[in-house]
Each structure stands twice: as C-alpha cells, then as structure tokens.
C-alpha cells in the first residue's frame, strides 16, 4: 500500500512545460484553469449583453439621407441650427461634409428649410476665377470664364420675386477669321418658379434681355426659357406660328363662359352640386377684303367744243357810236325758216322730243369733247379675330340624396344655360344636361392610405425587430449561463453544507466523507487529512474515505498525484 501511495508525495515532475510551447495549448491550458471555467459564463452572459445592446443600437437609429453635401460652414450652421430648432436630429459627416437627417424626417427638414430660405449661398461666380491654378490651358479657362458668366446671370435671374431658382447654359462658338464659319452665341435658362407664381409676358422678355445683352454678339432670339414642368416661356423662335396665342385665347373664352355658369348654377343647385366643362371652337383667323364698284350712268365732269349758226339776211348787230343813228329801230325783218344744227353736214334735222328741250333754230352746228365720271367706290372689310363658330356644354347635376330630378326640372335649367352662353341654333350650338348620382368623395377620402402605406409601419417594424433580436439573446443566451452558474452554485454549497453537519457531530464520531464509510478513529470532515493519515489507516474503508477527503481539501496536489501515477504506470 505503501508503494501504491507513493507517486502521490508531492515531488517535483520530471516533466518540465517547454517555455515556447504550442499557443493553442496554451489557451487551452488558461481556459482549463479553475478561476477561468468559473469566471467563463459570465464572460459569456456579458458579450451576448452587449452584443444585444449593439444590435439594439444599430436597429433602433434610423436610417439617415443626406440632406445636403458641399454647403459653405456659414449655410451649415444657419441650417443646423434651423434643423434643431425644429427638433430635427442632423448630423454632418467629417469626412465627406455632407449634412444628413434621419429618412423619416427628410421632407420635413425640406419643408422647413425652404420656408426659411436656407440655404443661401450660391455658386462661386466669378469667384471661380479667382481659384484658377498657375499654367492651365486656354480651354480650361475659356470653360471657367464661361461658368463663371452663367453662375453671374443666374444669380441676377433669382433676384426676380417668382423665381426660386435658375439655371444659365450659354453657347458660346469659337470665333473665326473665316465670315462663313462665325456662328451667333446662343443661351438656354431653366427657371423654377415659386409654388403658385408665374411670370408674366412681360418678365419673360426681361430674362431674355438680361441674358442676351450679358453676352456680346448675342440675340433676343437666340435665347430660350423654360420653367421647371418643361413649358416654353420665351415666344420667339419656336412660336412663330402664334399657336400657344390661340390656345390661350380659347382657354380665356371657355373660362369665361365657364365662370357664367357657375354664378348661374351656384344658388341655384348650391356648390359641389354640379360640375360644366365648355368647349369653344373659336375662329381666329384675320381676314380682309376690297370691294370696287361703279356707277353705269356716269356723270358729266367736263365738256369742250364749239358750235355755228345762220344770220338772217345777214343783219348786223347794232353797233357805232351811240347817237341818233344807233338809236334808230331796225328795219322790218323777213321771216325765214332756220335749218337746226345736227353737228354733220348734210344730215337731217331731228325732230324736237316733246317734252324735251326745243332745238336752238339759230344753231347749224356743233362739236364737243365730254368726260365723264363713274362714280368709282372702293369698300375695305377687315374681320377681327375672336368670334366663336360653335359652342359646346356639358353640364352634370347631382341627384337629391332622396328621389331624382324632374325632366321639367332639367329642361328649366337647360334653357338657363342655353342663355348665359348665348346659344346660337345657326352655329350648331349643343348644350346637355343631365342628373345623375355622385360617387361619394368624402367617403373615399376618409378611408385614407392603406395600413401598408403609412409612415409609422417602417419606424414600428425596426423598433420591433430590435426588441425580439434582444429577447432572443437573453432567452436563448443569458437565460441558460444563469441556470448553470445557479446550478454550479448550489453544487459547491452542498458539501459545505455537509462539512457544517459533521462538525456538528460529537468530537472522535466519524462522519462519511462523500457518502463513503466512516473515517479512522480522530478523524473528522473538518479536520484536514495528510497524506501520512492515509497510510496510517488501518481499514481500506476508512483509508478511502481519507483519501477522498484529501481529494477534497488538496485537488491540486491530487491531480498531480494521479498524473504522477500514470507516468510512472507508463515507464513500468
């Protein structure tokens, strides 16, 4: 016995570790270490904690946008400052500079920023030129020289009140010595005008103005502007024709007739009644016309000639001095019958008319030149443009909510419509009018979005995926660690509690160590056991149960006992 006990003396091991052993090993060797086991579920149990709370964090902040990148610092802080006025988290990102909001609150901070007018910096401008490295190319600052301009005149552009924002493009060619290879500059400016604002005609000829004279060589006409929904706003060039003048004059006369309708209809069905749509077909067309008439009897406007006439027994006038002789009577004359003058030799005397004026009997002949006038009259028409050739109404009634309408009812209102547009049978005018049931809008927008479709349903699923990822680790992770620290626990309190019952035994009565037989005689559980005990025992049941009690008290040396047993079993 004395043999079999002897590896267990606590002689120094042959073996000696190797000082660079293998690091696997080594790790294996800590975590086998008693403290290292001990201290290892809680090791656990705190990771998977914090893992939790990391998820938990990465889950629960939102997601972020980016609100706004390349601001000056001055625009930066006006806009975070802004931003946390409104209770809006933002953040700016060291590296890149750009200011990021969370994704729900994007529009928002939009909202909020653009009612302030932040941000206000604009381009650079010809401050551009000012960062012009040394030796570039006379391209390069030909584009800068160009970028500069444009970023200049959109500037001066949204000085205009309806304009929030403008963009310039200008085309400007090289210029050549050659006549036939010089082309004209041109220019393109994109307006986005102030919500509910529109420029007037007017304003418009002044954009294009400002923009053509900033830039030499350049034309009104070679300059284009359109708003941000892509509509033309500058007239020349493209709208030579006049077709948007027409669209714009037949919308005014069918909002016209469509506003009569309204004032008319409104007491009289109420509002949200009815609905009219009018369609005018109107003729704007200029046209002119020169009429040249003349009158077939015409009118004497002058007349030259002469005619001659008989002396009858060719009697003289009286003439001479006056005196006795002159006053003398003329001797008796002799009736002679006077042939009329015809203006033609030897042609016949025409009759006198009756009625008509008698024939001159001392004239022979005649002849004369006469012009006449015609009575020319020139009539110019010139058409105004702006009748309209046909007219066309539609008109829709709501049913009472109880019964319908009377045909009596409808026809009356017909006729009040044919009357406040002025309807016209010879230009085919047609108006209808009908009743029939709504569709109820108030019921349609009370139903609102879809579940789906709302904003809190992607902010409730994170949170809600944060949570079930941390009831998961402390379910599946932390919950286990504790069971079997607590199970752990409750094992090493069992054979403390054992010792405090044997010591509680009169002294020399030998208690069972570990369920064993009972010790040698002035052993006890609390008193330690030696190694010398052992061999001293006399029994082999009490030399057991020694040894199991110097398992107990020394399971260090015991191990290194056993370990020297089953190498000195292996040399053997």
Not at 176 to 204: E, T, Y
Not at 252 to 262: H, P, S
Not at 317 to 337: E, R
Not at 432 to 461: M, Q
Request: proline share 8%; charged share 20%.
């Amino acid at each position: 016995m004395s043999n079999a006990l002897a590896p267990m003396n606590p002689a120094p091991s042959p073996l000696v570790p190797e000082r660079f052993a293998n690091p696997l090993k080594q790790i294996q060797g800590v975590l086998a270490q008693p403290a290292v086991r001990r201290a290892g579920p809680m090791a656990l149990m705190v990771g998977l904690v914090g893992a939790a709370a990391l998820a938990w964090s990465a889950l629960s902040a939102p997601p972020q946008k980016t609100l706004f990148s390349g601001l000056a610092d001055a625009d930066k802080a006006a806009v975070t400052q802004a931003l946390s006025a409104g209770n809006i988290d933002s953040h700016i990102d060291d590296s890149s500079g750009a200011l990021t909001v969370a994704e729900e609150d994007y529009s928002r901070a939009r909202l909020l920023l653009a009612g302030q007018g932040l941000p206000k910096a604009a381009p650079g401008g010809y401050a551009i030129l000012d960062q012009l490295p040394m030796g570039v190319s006379r391209a390069v600052e030909g584009e800068r020289l160009r970028q500069a301009r444009e970023t200049e005149l959109a500037r001066s552009i949204q000085e205009i009140d309806a304009v929030a924002e403008a963009r310039v493009h200008l085309a400007t060619p090289e210029a050549s010595v050659f006549l036939r290879d010089n082309a004209q500059p041109s220019a393109s400016v994109v307006l986005k005008l102030q919500a509910g604002r529109a420029l007037s005609d007017a304003q418009v000829a002044s954009i294009v103005n400002l923009v053509a004279s900033s830039v030499p060589g350049m034309k009104p006409d070679a300059v284009t502007v359109v708003d941000q929904l892509g509509g033309l706003l500058s007239k020349d060039g493209a709208n030579t024709d006049g077709s948007e003048t027409r669209i714009r004059f037949q919308r005014q006369v069918e909002d016209k007739y469509r506003q009569q309708l309204i004032q008319l209809l409104t007491p009289l069905v109420g509002a949200g009644n009815f609905t009219a749509e009018v369609q005018a077909d109107v003729n704007l067309d200029e046209t002119s016309a020169t009429r040249e008439s003349f009158d077939k009897d015409g009118r004497l406007r002058a007349e030259t000639g002469n005619w001659t006439g008989n002396m009858a027994g060719g009697q003289q006038t009286p003439g001479g001095i006056p005196g006795a002789l002159s006053n003398t009577p003329p001797p008796a004359s002799q009736l002679s019958t006077p042939q009329p003058a015809t203006g033609n030799p030897g042609v016949p005397t025409p009759q006198p008319v009756a009625g008509g004026p008698a024939p001159d009997a001392n004239k022979q002949s005649d002849q004369f030149a006469r012009s006449y006038d015609l009575n020319k009259e020139v009539s110019v028409t010139r058409n105004a443009p702006g009748g309209v050739r046909r007219l066309s109404v539609a008109v829709l009634l709501r049913d009472p909510d109880k019964g319908r309408r009377t045909a009596m009812e409808i026809n009356q209102i017909s006729d009040l419509v044919k009357s406040a547009v002025g309807f016209d049978q010879a230009r085919n005018d047609n108006v209808t009018v009908i009743s029939r049931k709504f569709a109820d809008a108030a019921g349609a927008a009370a139903d609102g979005p879809a579940w789906y479709d709302n904003a809190w349903l992607p902010v409730l699923a994170r949170n809600a995926t944060a949570i079930v990822i941390a009831l998961l680790v402390l379910l599946l992770g932390v919950r286990p660690l504790a069971k079997a620290l607590m199970k752990k626990r409750e094992d090493a309190v069992a054979p403390a509690a054992t010792a405090g019952a044997a010591e509680a035994l009169p002294m020399g009565t030998a208690a069972p160590a570990g369920g064993a037989g009972p010790l040698p005689a002035g052993i006890t559980v609390a008193d330690p056991v030696a190694l010398d005990q052992i061999e001293t025992s006399s029994s082999f049941e009490g030399r057991v149960g020694a040894v199991r009690g110097f398992t107990r008290d020394n399971p260090a040396r015991a191990a290194l006992a056993v370990r020297d047993m089953i190498a000195a079993d292996d040399k053997s």
